[in-house]
Structures are given as structure tokens and as C-alpha cells.
């Protein structure tokens, strides 16, 4: 049988996905169920327990298909990238959603009417899907409704199929989020979840990990025969930074536990001191 990345194929030792079938052995294979996340952030973990630590996170609105669920938990994947694991059963709903705009602010407040001197319910990060069913102004303020009757500020999303013209000005907007181990939100994020989610909101969709990114962006460069440019990308092990200029990167690092630029130069001496040197550069 053929070896299949766990993270990005769901198969375990008692089931796995029907696709699979012929690919890998499991005793019982099963078709994936439709369902997206219903939860703001939705942690993703290797194993069905607290104690496991968060791989990645799926944001509102995203589809999943859920392949088993016992105990709180639901083994899924996520259609967007593929990515594979467990989430608490209770931040999911049934069905695809049919979000049609994305959240293209860092951060939005989610207010229970048209009203922003109410108590905010719940508060979406960039790149959540949400399903607009109409639009109010009150006092001089435009408001996207949702279909529950809250709103969020009107300028804070758009449709899905706008993109934005440079990735890097996103990961830019994201600076000074606090970095997260796992992290694919602006809420908290790591190095390979900003390179995942500035490039989505340019329309661009990527797989999750560093090392994954490493193997499928783009193309590779050497950089002692050509300069770097801008939105070209530095790997390390276990790492990636996006470069804003010929000299400065922008990284979600546990240096600064931040999005942070920082000179090429120094990261370089900094990062090898401890990890070694960059094992790439990828122009996407």
C-alpha cells in the first residue's frame, strides 16, 4: 500500500475515508459526512482528547467532512486544505455552509442587531465565511445582517471571490498578532498559518504546514543568483517567513511571540544559531 500523509488523508486503524479504498487497509470504510464549523475558532488536534495539542484551527464558516464522532469529538477533514484530525463535536453545524463573504478585517465584532453600542455576541477573525442576508444603516453605520438577526459591521466583509492584490499586505495587517503553536486565526497564529491565510485572502489557496508549503509553493529560487523580492518565501526547518523586501521578512515567530518583521540578516544569524540555515527560498 502506498504511504499516505495522515495529515492530509483520514485513515486510522479501525476506518478511513471511502476514497481511500485500495490506497490503504482498514477494516470498514465510510463516505464523509457534510457539516461546517459553527464555533468562531475551532482547535484541530492529532488525537480526541484536551490534552493533545492544536495542529491547526478551523475558522467559522468552514467545511468540513465528518468522518466519525464519539465522546465530544468528530474526526474530519477540512475541504479547504485537506487537513485532517479532531474537533469538538460542539463547534460544528450539518451541512456545507452557504457563506458567500469572508471576514476581511483582522478582527470583526459580531453585535445580536444592527447596533454597535450593543454587547458584542461572538467576535470573527479574518478569513471566517459568513452568510449575508441583507444590509441597514443606523446612525451613519452600514451593517451586513446574518441570518440569525445579528450583524457585523458592513466594511469589515466582502464577497468571497474579491481578492486582495498582495498577500503580503495582509500578513502586514497582521502584525503584532500574538503568535500561536497551531494558530491559523487573528487571533493567534503561527508562522505557516500566516502564509496560509494571507494567501487565501488573496485568493491563492495553500496547504497548511511549513514543510508541506516547502514541497508545493510556487517555484525555487536561489538567491545568490537572483535578489528577492517581495512575497517571496524562506524556509527553515520547521519554519517560514515571508519577505516584504530584499532585506526584511515578516514571520510569525517565537522569538518576539508576534508577528513581527525583522531583518533577513538577523533572523538568518539568529535562526541558525539555534536551527540551523534556511533550507530554501520559494517565489509563489
Same mark, same amino acid.
Given at each position: 500500500m502506498?504511504v499516505l500523509?495522515?495529515?492530509?488523508?483520514?485513515?486510522?486503524?479501525d476506518?478511513?475515508d471511502?476514497?481511500l479504498?485500495?490506497?490503504?487497509?482498514?477494516? !470498514?470504510f465510510v463516505?464523509?459526512? !457534510?457539516a461546517?464549523?459553527r464555533?468562531?475558532v475551532?482547535d484541530m488536534?492529532?488525537?480526541p482528547?484536551l490534552?493533545a495539542?492544536?495542529?491547526?484551527?478551523?475558522?467559522?464558516?468552514?467545511?468540513v467532512?465528518?468522518?466519525d464522532?464519539?465522546?465530544g469529538?468528530?474526526?474530519?477533514? !477540512?475541504r479547504m486544505?485537506?487537513y485532517?484530525?479532531?474537533?469538538?463535536?460542539n463547534?460544528?453545524?450539518?451541512?456545507f455552509?452557504k457563506s458567500?463573504?469572508?471576514?476581511?478585517?483582522?478582527?470583526?465584532?459580531?453585535y445580536?442587531?444592527?447596533?454597535l453600542?450593543?454587547?458584542?455576541?461572538?467576535?470573527l477573525?479574518?478569513?471566517?465565511?459568513?452568510?449575508i442576508?441583507?444590509l441597514?444603516?443606523?446612525?451613519g453605520t $452600514?451593517?451586513?445582517?446574518?441570518?440569525?438577526?445579528?450583524?457585523v459591521i458592513a466594511?469589515?466583509v466582502?464577497p468571497a471571490?474579491?481578492?486582495?492584490?498582495?498577500?503580503v499586505?495582509?500578513?502586514?495587517?497582521?502584525?503584532h498578532?500574538p #503568535?500561536?503553536w497551531?494558530?491559523?486565526?487573528?487571533?493567534g497564529i503561527d508562522?505557516?498559518?500566516?502564509?496560509?491565510?494571507?494567501?487565501r485572502?488573496a485568493?491563492r489557496?495553500?496547504?497548511?504546514?511549513?514543510?508541506?508549503q516547502?514541497?508545493?509553493?510556487g517555484?525555487?529560487?536561489?538567491?545568490?543568483?537572483e535578489?528577492?523580492?517581495?512575497?517571496?518565501?524562506?524556509?527553515w526547518k520547521g519554519h517560514?517567513a515571508i519577505?516584504?523586501?530584499?532585506?526584511?521578512?515578516?514571520h510569525a $515567530?517565537g522569538h518576539?511571540m508576534?508577528v513581527?518583521?525583522e531583518?533577513? !540578516?538577523?533572523?538568518?544569524?539568529?535562526i541558525? #544559531?539555534?536551527?540551523g540555515q534556511p533550507?530554501?527560498f520559494?517565489?509563489p
Open positions: 502506498t500523509d495522515r495529515r492530509l488523508n483520514a485513515f486510522r486503524e476506518l478511513a471511502k476514497r479504498e485500495g490506497q490503504v487497509e482498514a477494516p !470498514a463516505s464523509g459526512r !457534510a461546517h464549523v464555533a468562531p475551532l488536534r492529532r488525537r482528547s490534552e495539542g492544536i495542529d491547526t484551527q478551523l475558522l467559522s464558516g468552514q467545511d467532512l465528518v468522518f464522532e464519539d465522546e469529538f468528530a474526526w474530519v477533514q !477540512a486544505d485537506g485532517v484530525g479532531y474537533v469538538g463535536s463547534g460544528l453545524a450539518e451541512g455552509s458567500r463573504h469572508v471576514v476581511s478585517a483582522p478582527r470583526t465584532f459580531v445580536p442587531l444592527p447596533d453600542k450593543t454587547v458584542p455576541t461572538s467576535v477573525s479574518m478569513g471566517s465565511s459568513v452568510e442576508v441583507g441597514e444603516e443606523r446612525r $452600514n451593517y451586513a445582517l446574518l441570518p440569525s438577526g445579528e450583524a466594511g469589515h466582502r471571490d474579491e481578492t486582495a492584490a498582495d498577500y499586505a495582509i500578513a502586514e495587517r497582521l502584525i498578532t #503568535y500561536l497551531g494558530g491559523a486565526s487573528a487571533f508562522c505557516s498559518g500566516l502564509v496560509q491565510l494571507s494567501m485572502m485568493g489557496q495553500v496547504l497548511r504546514d511549513s514543510d508541506m516547502a514541497q508545493t509553493i517555484t525555487v529560487i536561489d538567491p545568490q543568483r535578489a528577492l523580492r517581495r512575497g517571496d518565501l524562506v524556509f517560514v519577505v516584504t523586501d530584499p532585506e526584511t521578512i515578516i $515567530n518576539t508576534t513581527a518583521l531583518p533577513l !540578516a538577523e533572523a538568518v544569524s539568529r541558525g #544559531y539555534l536551527y533550507t530554501g520559494r517565489r
